[in-house]
Nanobody, 122 residues
Framework: QAQLVESGGGLVQAGGSLRLSCAAS????????MGWFRQAPGKERELVAG???????YYTDSAKDRFTISRDNTNNTMDLQMNSLKPEDTAVYYC????????????????WGQGTQVTVSS
């Protein structure tokens, strides 16, 4: 069973950048699709970006052109570089692994990290 640990969240001013990282355990990491999600207060969890086991990527409209998802199969990590951050990006960010790919990333119901808080001040 995969264990996922997010890091890199924090407080940043609008227009700033943060880099989130998700460290995954398990030998099957390199064969798994993965994704970043976020959940703002009072809202449902939503997909931000996904990446297939072989590096294909998907971004939601809110992330496109500002965020970059990447993975390192040697070190079992997945990152999310977030630039030009906006107050509406404020949320808890979660990584997910083992989901399916249907043009975008469908999360696995069980494999979630604990989340990392991102707060963007105006």
């Amino acid at each position: 069973q995969a264990q996922l640990v997010e890091s890199g969240g924090g407080l940043v001013q609008a227009g700033g950048s943060l880099r989130l990282s998700c460290a995954a355990s398990g030998r099957l990491f390199r064969f798994q699709n993965m994704g970043w999600f976020r959940q703002a207060p009072g809202k449902e969890r939503e997909l931000v970006a996904g990446i297939t086991w072989n590096g294909n990527t998907y971004y939601t409209d809110s992330a496109k052109d500002r965020f970059t998802i990447s993975r390192d199969n040697t070190n079992n990590t997945m990152d999310l570089q977030m630039n030009s951050l906006k107050p509406e990006d404020t949320a808890v960010y979660y990584c997910n692994s083992g989901g399916t790919w249907r043009g975008s990333y469908i999360p696995h119901r069980a494999y979630w990290g604990q989340g990392t808080q991102v707060t963007v001040s105006s």
